[in-house]
């Protein structure tokens, strides 16, 4: 029950708000506050601060574009998570998003109400220096110290990089940086940077003599200290296939607002993918064998060591033997798959009856390999603790890193073939396995692959059942006005406060949603494709900001070589500059006065804001249909299938409804923005299913010609 001191925190943080930014109060947005006021005050923490097992404490809102729903979910979760004592972690799918809860809604909050609060931004690991890693470098590559134990056989020594690695300590040792890559000023090549960062498996922790002034270390305090914590979709879900707590607080003692909340089912399943890459990974093996010996002399401390060692040696030879016998096997399935057909999905359990023989011999060794090498990592570090001689603490930190490098290549190989040939539970839907080709003039490769089809379970399991309490919540989680897909999807209970926002905006006289005579069915590649570039030369202004939102990049190279050179000149293609400098230069040529035209693809149809004159014209050239040979997709497909139902109306359908939505989101972005949308696929109204997608979409003023 929400106690009258919060509730009288929320209230009077809202009062001060609207009058400081002189507003007026939205509808949708005091609807927002309450009900996540509602929702999260309902938990109950008992003696140890722990929330009653039965508690299920999830509010799930649609929060049309207009809403301000950083404002809306931000001062009831704050004021809640702080009376409670719990960490709040606000996570967002995009860094567009992130960097704007972060630069400017929370400042704004804090600026314009009197809550009190420290906010600070998380990051993974692979976004901090590691100050050990760098001082041995730098040893290395200047020929003081030959630890060839830490170093890849083929680094070689080069002046350039050096100096980079000396530019990087000085600036760090003066405290001119913190040790954050994006606090660099320059851009750091992604192969120097990966030298200059540490897994989980290799940092030494408490261990490290650089711990004190640790950049990721500092950056955790950080977490410690703050009551709201800014991360990402990615992140979390990456610490809670940790088991949850490894990076940010333990889900039991946070409150989560998920934002872009309809990206979470896919963030999941990426982070509890497994994959294994078979040559690269016999290579990695020869590697860890190359350098045993140089660990070896690093471990120089008696029977317990040698033995370890013996039994790695052991179980790495059979662990080689086997999988290069896999790989000699795997041929035949390398050469089935083609520059044109690179995958392979196996949908059902006789497809994979070869693959699972060939990669059963593969189960035992792996899971010898990996708790030998973890066994020696154990004892490693529990050597490096107790010693109390420098050069045998100094042999250790040279060896541990090494060791956990060795565990981080050969925990996703013995993963993925345990879940590859784990059975599939009766009466729920089996996971995806199929095989991809990698084929380039550097490298000839397989790759296996297993994935869970549906999000529900992982979240379920390691995040609503965990948590204390938590919000989703976007512009788009319902199909035509349901929320069942999202709820199916991540697995959150039907028990769920569910509520939906209308957005501020009037749409009706801010849009008009046009099919013209010329739009042609999208399954006909080439006439719909010659609409598109006559819609371009008869309806849209040369002067005015455009946005054309294609579904494949050979159809947006295609529209574009049908256009005329004056069309041409106006034109920027997605691929021609990064995403931000393509909307600094979109921005930039309306500014000067001339016309400019941007063609697209799926990432220009969500976390892209063009206001007022940037976007007057958005065309959306197809149903937004995903692909048809997915592996996830088409094996959820087949069992539902299997079980008489329709996955195009439970899968593909309302996933292109979502994609739909935020696509014709980019238009109107504020209440004084209008336009017209052009919607080049007829089958939006030749189809039965064009209503569910138009049902969905705000209500726009339609012209069909």
């Known amino acids: 029950m929400l106690s009258d001191t919060v509730k009288l925190t929320i209230q009077s943080a809202y009062s001060e708000y609207l009058s400081n930014r002189d507003l007026n109060p939205r509808h949708g947005q005091k609807h927002m506050l309450a009900q996540v006021a509602r929702t999260l005050g309902s938990i109950e923490l008992d003696a140890e601060g722990k929330k009653r097992p039965d508690q299920y404490s999830i509010a799930v809102i649609e929060a049309g574009t207009g809403t301000g729903k950083t404002v809306g979910y931000a001062l009831s979760a704050i004021a809640v998570a702080m009376a409670l004592g719990k960490k709040l972690v606000i996570s967002t799918a995009t860094i567009a998003l992130q960097e704007q809860v972060v630069n400017k809604d929370l400042p704004d909050i804090l600026d314009n109400t009197g809550l009190k609060f420290k906010a600070v931004l998380a990051k993974g690991r692979g976004r901090y220096l590691c100050t050990h890693k760098l001082e041995q470098l730098i040893q290395f590559y200047s020929g003081t110290v030959v630890a060839m134990s830490l170093f890849e056989e083929t680094m070689e020594a080069d002046e350039a990089t050096l100096a980079q690695f000396n530019d990087f300590m000085a600036q760090f040792g003066s405290g001119a940086w913190s040790g954050d890559r994006d606090h660099w000023p320059d851009k750091i090549d992604d192969k120097v940077w990966f030298s200059l960062t540490s897994s989980h498996r290799e940092c030494l922790n408490r261990r490290c003599p650089h711990y004190q002034n640790c950049p990721f270390f500092e950056a955790r305090g950080e977490l410690e200290n ?37 990206h979470l089912p896919d963030k999941a399943l990426s982070h509890f993918a497994q994959q294994l890459t078979v040559k690269y990974t016999l290579n990695q093996l020869d590697s860890i064998r190359k350098q045993i010996p140089k660990v070896r002399l690093e471990l120089e401390y008696g029977d317990t060591a040698e033995r370890l060692m013996d039994n790695i040696i052991e179980s790495l030879n059979a662990c080689h033997q086997q999988l290069a016998l896999t790989w000699s096997s795997l041929q035949p399935w390398f050469n089935r798959l083609s520059a044109d057909e690179k995958t392979l999905t196996f949908l059902q359990p006789e497809q994979r009856l070869p693959i699972d023989e060939l990669l059963s011999p593969l189960e035992q060794p792996f899971n010898v390999l990996f708790t030998s090498v973890s066994a020696l990592d154990e004892n490693t570090r529990k050597h490096l603790s107790s010693s109390e001689d420098p050069q045998e603490k100094d042999r250790l930190q040279n060896a541990l890193p090494v060791i956990g490098r060795w565990l981080s290549r050969i925990e996703p190989a013995k993963d993925l073939v345990s879940s590859w040939l784990q059975p599939d539970k009766d009466n729920a839907p089996p996971a995806a396995r199929w095989m991809d080709r990698i084929d380039s003039a550097e490298v000839q490769d397989l790759v296996l692959n297993t994935s869970p089809v549906s999000a529900s379970p992982v979240l379920r399991g390691y995040l609503w059942n965990r948590c204390c309490g938590a919000v989703v919540t976007s512009a788009t989680l319902t199909v035509a006005g349901k929320f069942d897909r999202l709820l199916t999807q991540t697995g959150i209970s039907e028990g769920a406060d569910l509520l939906k926002v209308e957005s501020p905006f009037d749409y009706p006289n801010l849009v008009v949603a046009k099919i013209p005579d010329i739009a042609v069915d999208g399954s006909k590649r080439d006439s719909h494709t010659e609409s598109i570039a006559e819609l371009i030369r008869r309806h849209l202004p040369k002067e005015s900001g455009n946005l054309v939102l294609f579904s494949s ?140 997608i138009i049902d969905s979409l705000p209500a726009y003023r339609w012209e069909v010609t």
């Open 226 to 262: 703050a009551d709201v914590i800014i991360a990402n979709h990615d992140l979390v879900m990456a610490d809670l296939s940790l088991g949850g707590g490894a990076i940010l607080p333990a889900p039991e003692d946070t409150i989560y607002v998920f934002d872009e909340g309809h």
């Open 553 to 692: 990049r050979a159809q947006m190279q295609d529209v574009y070589e049908l256009l005329e050179d004056d069309w041409k000149a106006l034109i920027t293609l997605q691929d021609d500059l990064p995403k931000t400098a393509l909307i600094e230069h979109h921005k930039e040529r309306l500014e000067e006065g001339g016309g400019s035209t941007l063609f697209g693809l799926a990432s220009l149809a969500e976390g892209v804001d063009l206001p007022g004159n940037y976007l007057k014209h958005l065309v959306i050239a197809k149903i937004p249909f995903g692909v048809p040979d997915d592996p996830i997709a088409s094996t959820l497909s087949r069992w539902l299938e299997s079980r008489g139902m329709n996955p195009f109306q439970i899968i593909t359908l309302p996933a292109a409804t979502i994609r739909m939505v935020q696509a014709c989101g980019r238009l109107v972005r504020q209440e004084q923005d209008s336009g017209t949308i052009w919607f080049m696929d007829r089958r939006i109204v030749e189809k039965r299913y064009g209503k569910t």
